[in-house]
């Protein structure tokens, strides 16, 4: 940075050239000052056979001289002061940039340095103290890094008043570089919550191709991707990119089908690309910006196209400095500091040229130096950017509380105290001070100040002027939940409108659909596909559907679970009535068989084949019929129980019957052949104890179903996706299949004994009608088995319903209705001559 020159007395002089400071002024202690007077320079061509001349800067920036002067404000209010740092003056170096990143870093070593030349004895270093207490600067960020980099193994203070790059957080890197502004950190991720409070959910993005843009842009996008949010598009341009970049970013534009773009762009490079969009017409659009340009109230006289009309975005709180605005109006000190660039910044002012410098052709009006500002309206005279100055003065107040602590000053300071740019800057770190304004001073551990935001919403007047409304605040030092506090008033949108755009890639998906990614694209493209029956979403935008409990079933939206219905066979469904009437129709009808039976029991029909069994087989039937309507209703367990036993005892004691009549018939006629004395083994005695017999196996079967693993109600979930089958479960189905057996052998036993009976010689042979009936009632229980194992649900318990009542009927039609014909009908037939004649067989 410094060597010995080649003179007879050894000198150190600084390496390279970086100018004069163009603002200065001498004091007990130095503070450095960097800001871009110029935004540009005149472009040379370097053919490195000679040293590259100086920059020529060009293209005034008021803004930077608005900056300057609140440093310069800053420092006299200090000077003027008794209370902070009294008896000692403080001076300053201000250097211009010119925008150059290069020239701030050869400003930097020249601010550290010093760039005068120092005689110093023979083989002495030419290593010194600092030459200035602090930097204030850079504007921007891609120079702060810069600046950061080279000054920071020298741990001289850097305060920043518009660096927002996160990046510069990193005190590893940048040890030594400290901000008054937040963290574009902080403002990254406030932008992705603002757009995602909006339900912008698709979104494209354009950002400055520096530090400051692709850095806050990586945040955003970070950010964006975990609260559901994508980019459709992200470009990046710099203000000297050709104008086919240009070019290709409105190409992009119109192709793009999102309607917000988050612009993370300085405003030099908004204000280049707003004349362009402009001469396209690109409108319509709705922008969120950054604190860059948000606020500017310069690039809002330029969109005379209303391009960035109903903008949003984020900007730093409002401030005010008491006198700065004065101050910065009254430009005598820059007259006296340095007069060229006076000159010139009057004559851009002004748009005139001062009499010495003005040429016989020149046509421009003459400079007097005593124009009246009061009448200039442009952007020096503009106090918009105040919250920036209020960084700038914060800055310089930083510094000086710190030398006044370092100085142990009281009512006066020590001024032998030997400072090094190590101390200045730990106790920069450490302070926490309060402004004339009430403004708090303090840095956290990276060197950031806290992070506030307040939201501002472009909203145009009839006078064309565009109106910075605050519509909220975005403060992290408040829990996640409440930072983004919007404000009840009404916002302006893109086209002037007040209704909130749409910017989705895929509507939002509404309950009863689940969201399907489509192939190829991002997260937020997405096709809303219904959910599947038994499953719903009752949420908008659900990724998945759940299935509803095994009792519920989906409603036809799919968005809630519904309770399914109860299906059973009940007394007031056609089916159940119909059967009910049915068995009801048949134990009546059995009733009156009775009534006849029991009104001529003397006559000898009533009287054959043992009147005591066909009573004991009607009182059975009724039974029979009436057990049938424990299958219908409501399970319970006691109905569960009772049907299926009742169906078992009572088809049991009824084929037990027939099966004592039948043999009744098989051994009367063989107790009339000579010798024979089965009337004496099988007279009535043993008829009852054959009945009760077989019935009381079924009974000991029934009773051992009972007590192991009774038929309880259960609730059949899987036949009907949609209803709830309500039956009764077997329990142990070797019990049920155990009495269903049981009455199938008996049956068999029957038809077969009533078989081998049905050609005794006898008018009125009861054996062939019992034949034919045991015929049906096989034949409608061997149906019985596939038709109730296929039915469903309810319809397999109207199954065992109808064989139970068509065995009966079977049973009760075959066997006595003839005889009831005949008893009514044919009385003639009624005789006991009539019953005892024989049939001569045919010869065989």
Same mark, same amino acid.
């Given at each position: 940075?410094?060597?010995?020159?080649?003179?007879?007395?050894?000198?150190?002089?600084?390496?390279?050239?970086?100018?004069?400071?163009?603002?200065?002024?001498?004091?007990?202690?130095?503070?450095?000052?960097?800001?871009?007077?110029?935004?540009?320079?005149?472009?040379?061509?370097?053919?490195?056979?000679?040293?590259?001349?100086?920059?020529?800067?060009?293209?005034?920036?008021?803004?930077?001289?608005?900056?300057?002067?609140?440093?310069?404000?800053?420092?006299?209010?200090?000077?003027?002061?008794?209370?902070?740092?009294?008896?000692?003056?403080?001076?300053?170096?201000?250097?211009?940039?010119?925008?150059?990143?290069?020239?701030?870093?050869?400003?930097?070593?020249?601010?550290?340095?010093?760039?005068?030349?120092?005689?110093?004895?023979?083989?002495?270093?030419?290593?010194?103290?600092?030459?200035?207490?602090?930097?204030?600067?850079?504007?921007?960020?891609?120079?702060?890094?810069?600046?950061?980099?080279?000054?920071?193994?020298?741990?001289?203070?850097?305060?920043?008043?518009?660096?927002?790059?996160?990046?510069?957080?990193?005190?590893?890197?940048?040890?030594?570089?400290?901000?008054?502004?937040?963290?574009?950190?902080?403002?990254?991720?406030?932008?992705?919550?603002?757009?995602?409070?909006?339900?912008?959910?698709?979104?494209?993005?354009?950002?400055?191709?520096?530090?400051?843009?692709?850095?806050?842009?990586?945040?955003?996008?970070?950010?964006?991707?975990?609260?559901?949010?994508?980019?459709?598009?992200?470009?990046?341009?710099?203000?000297?990119?050709?104008?086919?970049?240009?070019?290709?970013?409105?190409?992009?534009?119109?192709?793009?089908?999102?309607?917000?773009?988050?612009?993370?762009?300085?405003?030099?490079?908004?204000?280049?690309?707003?004349?362009?969009?402009?001469?396209?017409?690109?409108?319509?659009?709705?922008?969120?910006?950054?604190?860059?340009?948000?606020?500017?109230?310069?690039?809002?006289?330029?969109?005379?196209?209303?391009?960035?009309?109903?903008?949003?975005?984020?900007?730093?709180?409002?401030?005010?400095?008491?006198?700065?605005?004065?101050?910065?109006?009254?430009?005598?000190?820059?007259?006296?500091?340095?007069?060229?660039?006076?000159?010139?910044?009057?004559?851009?002012?002004?748009?005139?040229?001062?009499?010495?410098?003005?040429?016989?052709?020149?046509?421009?009006?003459?400079?007097?130096?005593?124009?009246?500002?009061?009448?200039?309206?442009?952007?020096?005279?503009?106090?918009?950017?105040?919250?920036?100055?209020?960084?700038?003065?914060?800055?310089?107040?930083?510094?000086?509380?710190?030398?006044?602590?370092?100085?142990?000053?009281?009512?006066?300071?020590?001024?032998?105290?030997?400072?090094?740019?190590?101390?200045?800057?730990?106790?920069?770190?450490?302070?926490?001070?309060?402004?004339?304004?009430?403004?708090?001073?303090?840095?956290?551990?990276?060197?950031?100040?806290?992070?506030?935001?307040?939201?501002?919403?472009?909203?145009?007047?009839?006078?064309?002027?565009?109106?910075?409304?605050?519509?909220?605040?975005?403060?992290?030092?408040?829990?996640?939940?409440?930072?983004?506090?919007?404000?009840?008033?009404?916002?302006?949108?893109?086209?002037?409108?007040?209704?909130?755009?749409?910017?989705?890639?895929?509507?939002?998906?509404?309950?009863?659909?689940?969201?399907?990614?489509?192939?190829?694209?991002?997260?937020?493209?997405?096709?809303?596909?219904?959910?599947?029956?038994?499953?719903?979403?009752?949420?908008?935008?659900?990724?998945?559907?759940?299935?509803?409990?095994?009792?519920?079933?989906?409603?036809?939206?799919?968005?809630?679970?519904?309770?399914?219905?109860?299906?059973?066979?009940?007394?007031?469904?056609?089916?159940?009535?119909?059967?009910?009437?049915?068995?009801?129709?048949?134990?009546?009808?059995?009733?009156?068989?009775?009534?006849?039976?029991?009104?001529?029991?003397?006559?000898?029909?009533?009287?054959?084949?043992?009147?005591?069994?066909?009573?004991?087989?009607?009182?059975?039937?009724?039974?029979?019929?009436?057990?049938?309507?424990?299958?219908?209703?409501?399970?319970?367990?006691?109905?569960?129980?009772?049907?299926?036993?009742?169906?078992?005892?009572?088809?049991?004691?009824?084929?037990?019957?027939?099966?004592?009549?039948?043999?009744?018939?098989?051994?009367?006629?063989?107790?009339?052949?000579?010798?024979?004395?089965?009337?004496?083994?099988?007279?009535?005695?043993?008829?009852?104890?054959?009945?009760?017999?077989?019935?009381?196996?079924?009974?000991?079967?029934?009773?051992?179903?009972?007590?192991?693993?009774?038929?309880?109600?259960?609730?059949?979930?899987?036949?009907?996706?949609?209803?709830?089958?309500?039956?009764?479960?077997?329990?142990? /189905? *070797?019990?049920?299949? $155990?009495? =269903?057996?049981?009455?199938?052998? @008996?049956? !068999?036993?029957? %038809? +077969?004994?009533?078989?081998?009976?049905?050609?005794?010689?006898?008018?009125?042979?009861?054996?062939?009608?019992?034949?034919?009936?045991?015929?049906?009632?096989?034949?409608?229980?061997?149906?019985?088995?596939?038709?109730?194992?296929?039915?469903?649900?309810?319809?397999?318990? /109207? *199954?065992?319903?109808? $064989?139970? =009542?068509?065995?009966?009927?079977? @049973?009760? !039609?075959?066997? %006595? +209705?003839?005889?009831?014909?005949?008893?009514?009908?044919?009385?003639?037939?009624?005789?006991?001559?009539?019953?005892?004649?024989?049939?001569?067989?045919?010869?065989?």
């Amino acid at each position: 940075m410094a060597s010995f020159s080649q003179a007879e007395d050894p000198v150190c002089t600084q390496r390279g050239d970086s100018g004069n400071p163009v603002l200065s002024k001498d004091g007990d202690f130095i503070l450095g000052g960097m800001f871009s007077f110029h935004s540009s320079w005149e472009d040379r061509m370097d053919n490195y056979t000679h040293k590259p001349m100086p920059l020529q800067c060009t293209s005034l920036n008021f803004r930077d001289f608005q900056f300057a002067q609140t440093m310069l404000f800053a420092i006299e209010e200090i000077n003027n002061s008794t209370d902070l740092l009294p008896g000692i003056s403080v001076g300053y170096k201000i250097y211009d940039t010119c925008g150059s990143v290069a020239r701030s870093v050869g400003v930097t070593l020249a601010l550290a340095n010093g760039n005068e030349i120092v005689s110093v004895p023979p083989k002495a270093p030419c290593t010194r103290p600092a030459h200035v207490q602090a930097i204030i600067g850079e504007t921007s960020s891609s120079p702060s890094i810069a600046v950061a980099t080279v000054i920071g193994p020298f741990v001289l203070p850097v305060i920043s008043h518009f660096a927002t790059c996160a990046c510069l957080s990193d005190k590893t890197k940048y040890p030594s570089f400290l901000r008054t502004i937040p963290s574009d950190y902080y403002q990254s991720r406030a932008l992705a919550h603002l757009v995602k409070h909006f339900g912008w959910t698709w979104v494209g993005a354009i950002r400055t191709n520096n530090d400051y843009g692709n850095n806050g842009m990586a945040t955003f996008t970070e950010t964006a991707q975990q609260l559901g949010i994508c980019l459709e598009y992200s470009v990046s341009f710099f203000r000297t990119d050709p104008y086919v970049k240009i070019q290709k970013i409105i190409e992009i534009i119109k192709a793009s089908t999102s309607k917000v773009i988050v612009a993370f762009l300085s405003h030099v490079d908004l204000d280049v690309l707003l004349h362009e969009f402009s001469y396209h017409n690109l409108s319509g659009y709705q922008w969120v910006g950054t604190e860059s340009w948000i606020f500017d109230s310069q690039t809002a006289k330029m969109d005379i196209h209303h391009i960035l009309d109903g903008a949003i975005g984020l900007s730093i709180p409002k401030a005010h400095v008491t006198g700065l605005r004065e101050f910065i109006l009254d430009v005598k000190p820059l007259n006296s500091s340095n007069n060229e660039l006076f000159i010139e910044f009057w004559e851009t002012l002004f748009s005139c040229k001062f009499k010495e410098l003005k040429s016989s052709a020149d046509i421009q009006r003459e400079c007097t130096g005593h124009e009246d500002l009061n009448g200039v309206q442009n952007s020096f005279t503009d106090m918009s950017l105040m919250p920036i100055f209020n960084n700038v003065y914060k800055a310089v107040y930083a510094v000086a509380h710190a030398l006044h602590n370092i100085l142990s000053c009281n009512k006066t300071c020590n001024k032998n105290v030997q400072l090094d740019p190590f101390t200045v800057l730990q106790h920069i770190r450490k302070i926490h001070i309060t402004t004339k304004e009430r403004d708090e001073v303090y840095f956290n551990e990276n060197g950031d100040p806290a992070a506030k935001y307040e939201i501002i919403n472009w909203q145009p007047r009839e006078n064309g002027v565009v109106e910075f409304v605050t519509v909220g605040l975005y403060d992290t030092s408040l829990a996640p939940e409440k930072q983004l506090n919007l404000q009840n008033k009404a916002l302006i949108w893109a086209r002037n409108t007040k209704q909130v755009p749409v910017s989705v890639c895929s509507e939002k998906c509404p309950p009863g659909t689940r969201k399907v990614l489509q192939k190829g694209r991002p997260v937020c493209c997405y096709d809303c596909i219904r959910c599947a029956e038994g499953q719903i979403s009752n949420v908008t935008d659900s990724v998945t559907c759940v299935r509803c409990l095994p009792e519920f079933w989906s409603n036809e939206r799919r968005d809630s679970c519904i309770k399914k219905e109860a299906v059973f066979l009940s007394y007031e469904e056609i089916m159940g009535a119909l059967l009910t009437a049915a068995s009801l129709f048949g134990a009546c009808m059995t009733i009156g068989v009775i009534l006849i039976f029991f009104k001529y029991r003397k006559s000898p029909i009533v009287r054959a084949n043992n009147s005591e069994l066909s009573f004991l087989l009607l009182f059975s039937l009724i039974l029979c019929f009436l057990c049938s309507l424990t299958f219908i209703g409501q399970p319970s367990d006691w109905s569960c129980m009772l049907r299926h036993v009742a169906f078992g005892i009572t088809f049991v004691l009824c084929i037990s019957c027939l099966l004592g009549k039948t043999i009744v018939v098989l051994m009367a006629f063989r107790a009339t052949r000579p010798g024979s004395n089965v009337k004496k083994w099988f007279g009535q005695t043993q008829q009852r104890l054959c009945v009760t017999a077989f019935t009381l196996i079924q009974v000991v079967i029934c009773i051992i179903w009972l007590t192991t693993f009774p038929p309880f109600p259960s609730k059949n979930l899987l036949q009907f996706k949609d209803k709830i089958i309500l039956e009764c479960a077997l329990g142990s /189905a *070797v019990g049920f299949w $155990a009495v =269903l057996g049981y009455i199938g052998l @008996l049956a !068999i036993l029957c %038809f +077969i004994f009533a078989f081998l009976a049905r050609k005794l010689p006898d008018n009125f042979n009861e054996a062939k009608f019992i034949t034919f009936s045991m015929l049906i009632f096989c034949a409608v229980w061997i149906t019985f088995i596939p038709a109730y194992v296929s039915s469903p649900g309810k319809f397999s318990v /109207a *199954v065992e319903i109808f $064989a139970i =009542l068509a065995s009966s009927f079977g @049973l009760l !039609i075959c066997i %006595f +209705i003839p005889k009831c014909y005949i008893i009514l009908l044919k009385p003639e037939k009624n005789t006991k001559r009539n019953m005892m004649g024989k049939k001569v067989p045919n010869s065989l």
